[in-house]
């Protein structure tokens, strides 16, 4: 919308307060900073929820991968020749054998759950979501046959097992007696404890090379999974196709969005929900811009009506009044992308002190759970929000701006 040099002369002098005009200045000044929270609000919410979904999937499918084959009896003998056709599968990047068991971890008098993973030393070495999460401890000591496991930083706050302690694993594969199956008990060092940076996970599970875990649980050559990571992870029915004809009588493919689909779909159907709800925020703002521009006819008759018989056009007078509504919404969401970007690059310091001055953990990762508050932002998201607040805020212009067009000079200055 182009205005000529005394229309953006006149838009200035009613966007500034006059005399006698504190109170219409004071309800623009508020609706510029609703629509600055609404649009904050709205950008903050979609990127901590962006985050949670991002962090999650990242750490998930970091430890888990992409798709899983599982044997059957929870061993898939002749995992060799089925790992290797699984990597010539267009879209795949990788298939890693892995084993996976269900135990009981004790230590120190203290005893929990835990799923015990076996990996190859260059997998568990290579593998970005272990290796760079390691807290404490040498994650290079795990070697086949030494004995040694790395634990999640969780658990060996729960057992009170940390680097150099003693853990037991208990198998109930185990003897069989006359007297029935007597679990196994095996001994392992704690070589180091690491952090996924999921509170159930860190919970959960005890890491050993491969061999040791085949031995543990007498698995011989075999293992009980094989890892899949594809190139795109959204876009993989065509991967998972080819998957389950290999696998095809020896064991069942189960892709990320089955192993954590009532998770995804809870932060997705809460991610909807929350932008129609905040957007309400902006909707109760470009009221109060509606409100204010009404007001601002209303004491400005006169003055309109005196341009409109020097020569102002009804469009010349509605260009200035969409303007002055369209110039507040602006600002207003300018300043709630100021406000979203320094909330969401400090967002975990106020956190911090809101927990230090109410005193209340608001952050318990094992209600959260992720470490610490997430966030990232979509620009397309981004762009979506600021323009739905330009929209709204033209449209709330759109009545006001007419009725000022519609102004009558004659009736106005009749008793002058």
Known sequence: MILNRYERTIAKRYLLPGKGEGFIFLVAAISLGAVALGVAALIIVMSVMNGFRAELFDKIVGLNGHAVVQGYDGRLPGWQQMAAQARRVSGVTSATPLIEQQMLVSGNGRATGAIVRGMRVEDIRTNPTISGGVKSGDIRSLTPGSDRVAIGSRLAESIGAYPGGTISLISPEGRSTPVGTVPRIVSYTVGATFEVGIYDLDNLYVLMPMEDAQNLLMLGEDVSTIEVEVA?????????????????????????????????????????????????????????????????????????????????????????????????????????????????????????????????????????????????????????????????????????????????????????
Request: aromatic share 8%; charged share 15%.
């Open 232 to 416: 795109a992870p959204d876009r993989m029915n065509d991967q998972l196709g080819a998957l389950q004809q290999i696998v095809q009588g020896r064991g069942v493919v189960v892709d990320w969005r089955s192993m954590n689909s009532a998770l995804f779909e809870a932060l997705e159907v809460e991610r909807i929900a929350m932008f129609v709800v905040l957007s309400l925020i902006i909707l109760v703002a470009v009221f109060n811009i509606l409100s204010s521009l009404i007001m601002l006819v209303r004491a400005k008759t006169r003055d309109i009506a005196i341009l409109r018989t020097m020569g102002a056009s009804r469009r010349g007078m509605l260009k200035i009044f969409v303007t002055v509504g369209v110039t507040i919404g602006s600002l207003g969401i300018l300043l709630g992308l100021l406000l979203g970007a320094v909330f969401l690059f400090f967002r975990q310091a106020v956190v911090n002190a809101i927990q230090v001055l109410t005193g209340q953990n608001l952050w318990d990762p094992s209600v959260r759970f992720l470490s610490e508050l997430p966030s990232k932002t979509d620009p397309l998201e981004v762009t979506a929000i600021v323009v739905l607040a330009l929209v709204l805020a033209f449209l709330a212009t759109l009545y006001p701006a007419w009725k000022a067009a519609s102004t009558d000079p004659v009736q106005v200055l009749r008793y002058e």
